[in-house]
């Protein structure tokens, strides 16, 4: 049994409804990379799901994240999660659908059901600009690394 799940976004506007979470050239590869892992290892290691089952459209250069529909989403989504020791919610938006006030990024809180915690993970996109700092690589990098090794 995977103690590990990682919650995306949804997919895509290049990937069509039903493909699996994180499957293709993009976050899902960098995600691996972060974590040392290649993306097969990833899967192995982790269930992954996404929260949304469709592309949610753009806004600009980010997506237009229906936040509403998320959070309904994530309230069906939550019993479940009990499960796993740790949630991985993969961006803040996904976060803010499962939680109103922000968590700390690249940090494990407790969330009062069974074991598990969750952490924030900035969204491997490329578009994500946290990534352009060498020093966030690291730190994503570190804390990957250690949830996976």
């Known amino acids: 049994m ?11 506007k290049r ?18 990379e972060f974590a040392g892992l290649s993306l097969a290892e990833l899967f192995a290691k982790a269930d992954v799901v ?6 949610c459209g ?3 250069k ?3 994240f229906p936040l509403e529909i998320a959070r309904e989403e994530a309230a069906a989504l939550f019993p479940s999660l009990v499960r796993y020791r740790l949630v991985i919610l993969l961006g803040a938006n996904v976060a803010r659908a499962f939680f109103a006030d922000p968590l700390p990024i690249l940090e ?14 900035p969204h491997p996109s490329g578009v994500n600009r946290w990534y352009n700092s060498p020093a966030n690589v690291r730190r994503a990098e570190n804390f990957l690394r250690l949830v996976f090794r």
């Open 15 to 32: 990937h069509r409804l039903g493909q699996a979470p994180l499957d293709g050239p993009g976050s899902g590869s960098r995600l691996a």
């Open 62 to 64: 980010g997506d237009a």
């Open 108 to 121: 494990t809180r407790r969330w009062g059901l069974g074991r598990g915690e969750f952490a924030v993970v």
């Open 2 to 12: 995977k103690n590990v799940l990682v919650i995306a976004q949804g997919p895509s």
């Open 58 to 60: 753009k806004n600009g």
């Open 50 to 55: 996404n929260l949304l089952s469709r592309f």
